[in-house]
């Protein structure tokens, strides 16, 4: 916000105000600040998605600059069609034919992220799960030890075929610390990232926008 102008640094405040105001409770306030939030971003992403995708990839991929060497691609016709057969949606007469990119964009998305989540959240690891017990600093050694049995422990507390009692019961006790220690983790994780988005607007309103408030008047 530093080269912001002081115009624009006391509209942010006020809106940034506007929005803390529904910790008291809703009201108007809140509700014009949040329409307004609303109706940026999407005005925002509307140019973005405008600019970077039928501009740069369609436009550019299609008819491609003077003097780049590159030839047109025509497949990129094919995204085109689909995407205005998506705004068919808008039309009741037609809106089923809406239904066609929208079955080619869910199953590409599927087939290309089952393909990347398979990697990175199982093959990845399990690669790293199975490395050896022993390593070469007692710290290193722990932590394989750690992560051998709490995998091996949160299996077991999954497996419902066999009643959970004796030696088994208790392995799967141990599974449920592990799974309660690692949702803990997580969960503390993303309050701290939101906590760091409120820190850093709670630094704004009491540097940036303090001065230039005090500035102003």
């Known amino acids: 916000m530093a080269d912001a102008s002081p115009i624009g640094i006391f509209i942010a405040g006020v809106l940034t105000l506007g929005i803390f105001s529904f910790l008291y409770k809703d009201n108007p306030v809140y509700k014009v600040c949040e329409a307004i939030f609303i109706g940026v ?14 501009y740069k990839k369609f436009w550019l991929g299609v008819i491609p600059p003077e003097g780049s060497g ?12 689909l995407g205005v057969l998506m ?50 600093t007692f710290l290193a050694t722990l932590g394989s030890f750690t992560v051998a049995i709490g995998t091996v422990t949160g299996l077991i507390y999954f ?47 009491f540097s940036s926008w303090a001065t230039n408030f005090g500035q102003m008047f």
């Open 70 to 81: 590159a030839d047109p691609d025509m497949w990129l016709w094919g995204g085109a069609i």
């Open 87 to 136: 705004l068919c949606r808008m039309i009741p007469k037609i809106n089923w034919l809406s239904r066609w990119p929208l079955a080619f964009i869910v199953g590409a998305t599927a087939g290309l992220y089952m393909m990347t989540f398979f990697v990175s959240n199982a093959m990845n690891q399990i690669a790293s799960t199975m490395q050896p017990l022993i390593q070469d």
């Open 41 to 54: 971003s999407a005005a925002y992403w509307a140019v973005e998605y405008f600019y970077s995708a039928l």
């Open 159 to 205: 497996f419902f075929s066999k009643e959970h009692k004796g030696i088994f019961g208790g392995a799967a006790k141990v599974g449920i610390w592990f799974l309660m220690v690692t949702f803990g983790a997580s969960f503390g994780y993303t309050v701290m990232s939101r906590m760091s988005l409120l820190i850093g607007r709670l630094d704004f309103l």
